[in-house]
């Protein structure tokens, strides 16, 4: 299956120079706020730099960055500031420009409208944030039951009136837009979802902290809670009746794909912290040093899953391969993630180690919680995935 979320390669510009640009743009930015807020002004400079658009067209043309340098980026964004949350608010920017807005505008779909949004992201004047999952249910499409009713106008183009509950909304507590899902018809057993573009004041909705997700300062997440919001019809984006199928069915494996940057740029900055902290022990502990090359040596090989699988979203677009390929990656990193851990067990407890980026940077237990928590979404699904693979394996040798 293979996605309209893809769209035309871009032309992309040399890795090297879209690295030593970012790394300027980062050297002269205003510090970020330790105490968890979105850091606004940090954003607005990346905006005025040319940073926050890389991933997606805002002209017409073809985008300067394409996945395995987005994915890339978004690592070096996550270890020079030491917030994994950082890195995925910045990638989850290219993401939603490129693979949900821009195909919409190509497809002449609230064109302008879009257009506009786009131009705002890259200037680092809006953050947009996408509401699909809901409390309890996750995103199984059986089961979503926020709802859009369209009101009576005899021009046939009445408002929309929503009504329900989001959960797990990634950037959702400093949006300044959200893209929101909801059932919009049902058509013989069968529901049908459209896609609504919500400006966060909107009359009855509310954002809401969510206590069972903590972490990813300060990306976040939050609950959005949704009552009589009414909506113009032209903030309806998309072709009628198909959002489930055209964003929200193959964002969860793009995102997974591009995941794999800023977790890797994240533990980089584990493996850093803990090269510091072993500097501090006495110099005839062989075997943690052996430890610690041997974690380098597997996070360098980690970066050629990480371009394959990205490389694999440029060139297919969303497929199920895709899909498994971002499980087995996942796996890999798990791995990583726990042996780290082991590692950093075996220091005395006044040397554990503590991740400092360049802008100050979250502590060792903050980051790993954070690491564990991505590691661990949807985990639901990778097991289901993995179980098919090992069925198909055992069908294959024994039929």
Known sequence: MHSALSTATPASTPAQDLNRALRDAMRTAPPTDGAGSFPRAWWAHLGRCGMLGLGFSVDGRPPAADAVQVSALAGQITHATGSLGLGMAWMMQQLLGRYVLSPLVQQGASGALLTKLLKSMAAGECLLALAISEPGVGAQPKHLRTRAVQQSSSAGDGDWVLDGHKAFVSNGPAADAII??????????????????????????????????????????????LQACRVPASRRIGAPGQAFASIARPVRAVEDA??????????????????RALGMVASDGADAVRELGALQLEWQALHAVRDAVARQLETQGYDDALAFSTVGARRLLERWQTAYERACESLPASLAPIPNGAQGGATSPSLARDLRLVLGIARGVAQSRQLQTGQQLLQSLHP
Do not use: I, W, Y
């Open 258 to 275: 591009l995941l794999l940057g800023p977790l890797l740029g994240a533990m980089q900055c584990e493996l850093e912290a803990l090269a």
């Open 180 to 225: 929101v899902l909801a059932l919009s018809a049902e058509h013989e057993g069968r529901k049908r979802f459209d896609a609504f573009l919500l400006d966060a004041q909107t009359p009855g909705l509310t954002r809401e902290t969510n206590a069972r997700v903590q972490g990813l300062a300060p990306l976040g997440h939050c609950d959005l809670l």
